[in-house]
């Protein structure tokens, strides 16, 4: 099974262990998409969902793996729709975490959005007055004031450590435009591949990712009191969901 990571600008790593109890029925390989984590940086004109396609397709193909299974979590389950439509005849299942299959705004969380907005304004202001900005600094700090919108306060230190422990953020900002753009709304009719589509009860991308359950062969679960993390939140419940999926 593949797992493809979230972001932009994360990497397999805030998984940890959490996917170990699925090692029993599956080989896990955690995926790095270019750019992110271990994997090499490029041109940033090649940061594209359908690049990122590409390359997954690519790695089958170096691995010798003839059928492969995806688990996307949010982002990662951006390029999982995409793999299921250009690759579908490579592809044995698809599972698909805190995804949509439209980009949009996401209501409440009031909170957050006014200090998002004064970040924003303190570094327009700051690049004004000194005609320099640390997109690297700036980047670190939308993530890691954005925590109460992705995690509970429990994991508030984890998340923390592991934003500050990536080198370089700048990429969140390269796939704007890229992250804006994703929609295959029109196309989930196309997917055969069965599909498994987990949400936490309490994440905020729920109510944008209900469409998804057009997909025709799939199902759709959600775990109770979880946020965009519930294989964090509740690794026993996430973990029986996905392997009664994947024994069927």
Do not use: C
């Not at 600094?137 to 923390?160: E, G, M, T």
């Not at 209900?210 to 965009?228: C, D, G, Q, T, Y």
Request: hydrophobic residues 40%; without cysteine.
């Amino acid at each position: 099974m593949y797992v493809l990571h979230g972001g932009p600008g994360l990497d397999h790593r805030y998984f940890g262990r959490s996917l170990a109890e699925l090692e029993k029925v599956r080989e896990l390989y955690y995926i790095d998409f270019r750019g992110h984590g271990k994997s090499s940086k490029a041109d940033k004109l090649t940061y594209t969902f359908e690049t990122f396609t590409n390359d997954i397709e690519a790695l089958r193909e170096g691995l010798g793996h003839k059928t492969i299974d995806i688990l996307g979590h949010s982002m990662g389950g951006f390029v999982g729709l995409l793999y299921s439509l250009q690759f579908s005849h490579n592809l044995d299942s698809l599972i698909l975490v805190g995804t949509v299959a439209k980009m949009s705004g996401i209501t409440g969380h009031n909170t957050v959005k006014i200090k998002l907005k004064y970040l924003y304004l303190k570094n327009k202001l700051q690049y004004r007055i000194h005609k320099t900005l640390d997109i690297d600094a700036f980047a670190r700090d939308i993530l890691l004031i954005s925590w109460p919108i992705y995690v509970h306060k429990n994991l508030r230190q984890i998340y923390s450590d592991y934003i500050n422990s990536i080198n370089d953020l700048r990429i969140l900002f390269d796939m704007q435009k890229e992250l804006a753009g994703f929609n295959v709304s029109d196309k989930l009719d196309r997917i055969q591949t069965p599909t498994l589509i987990i949400f936490g009860e309490n994440d905020a991308f729920l109510t944008n990712g209900r469409p998804l359950k057009e997909i025709r062969n799939s199902r759709f679960s959600v775990i109770p009191s979880a946020k965009h993390l519930p294989f964090l939140d509740d690794e026993k419940d996430f973990n029986l969901i996905v392997r009664e999926f994947l024994m069927e």
